[in-house]
T-cell receptor
Framework: QQQVKQSPQSLIVQKGGISIINCAYE??????FPWYQQFPGKGPALLIA?????SEKKEGRFTISFNKSAKQFSLHIMDSQPGDSATYFC???????????FGKGTRLSVIA | GAGVSQSPSNKVTEKGKDVELRCDPI?????LYWYRQSLGQGLEFLIY????????KSGLPSDRFSAERTGGSVSTLTIQRTQQEDSAVYLC?????????????FGPGTRLTVL
């Protein structure tokens, strides 16, 4: 049973465009939703995270939109840059430092 | 300060051998996690330590896998009688209830290749 479904698997975006990655979760007990960015040969690094008490969170060019009723959340990368080319993982967990359940990842390529 | 470190960075072993992978979490972090990342797959939870509580082993794929955490700090993941399907990147993460609660900081991983 895949508890967090992520799409698309891969994404190609023109420089300056908007990258959008979507995730859906099943377990309503989840109340912590982070996005991780991973470059080849490196461990994942936290990009931005949201909790269900807000519907949107923005940090620089990165925005999470959260829809609690639909059990969906998405990552928007504005003004995408070649340096944003990486694999992005959404995840979900219950608060209190519990294990993360990850989506399968989206490989983003930003082309000039 | 120093992040999560893992050793070795790469490990090549023969089928049937035992391997030990090491994780040094961020100092003071009470929670430590092991995940596995297989080629083309997402990250799969293996085992989780929180303070002095009994570890959550619910993600271990078989009894060939075990882990321990000594003195509430360093952790070792042991895989006995390795199989080719164990080939993956093994990632360790740590977090603190008091600093950036819930944020898990990942190490660079150990790439395990079983021939």
């Amino acid at each position: 049973q895949q508890q967090v479904k992520q799409s698309p698997q891969s994404l190609i975006v023109q420089k300056g465009g908007i990258s959008i990655i979507n995730c859906a979760y099943e377990n309503t007990a989840f109340d912590y939703f982070p996005w991780y960015q991973q470059f080849p040969g490196k461990g994942p690094a936290l990009l931005i995270a949201i909790r269900p008490d807000v519907s949107e969170k923005k940090e620089g060019r990165f925005t999470i939109s959260f829809n609690k009723s639909a059990k969906q959340f998405s990552l928007h990368i504005m003004d995408s840059q070649p340096g944003d080319s990486a694999t992005y993982f959404c995840a979900a967990a219950r608060s209190g430092n519990t294990p993360l359940v990850f989506g399968k990842g989206t490989r983003l390529s930003v082309i000039a | 300060g120093a992040g999560v470190s893992q050793s070795p960075s790469n490990k090549v072993t023969e089928k049937g051998k035992d391997v030990e992978l090491r994780c040094d979490p961020i100092s003071g972090h009470t929670a430590l996690y092991w995940y596995r990342q297989s080629l083309g797959q997402g990250l799969e939870f293996l085992i989780y330590f929180q303070g002095n509580s009994a570890p959550d082993k619910s993600g271990l794929p078989s009894d060939r896998f075990s882990a321990e955490r000594t003195g509430g700090s360093v952790s070792t993941l042991t895989i006995q009688r390795t199989q080719q399907e164990d080939s993956a990147v093994y990632l360790c993460a740590s977090s603190s209830l008091f600093h950036g609660a819930d944020t898990q900081y990942f190490g660079p991983g150990t790439r395990l290749t079983v021939l």
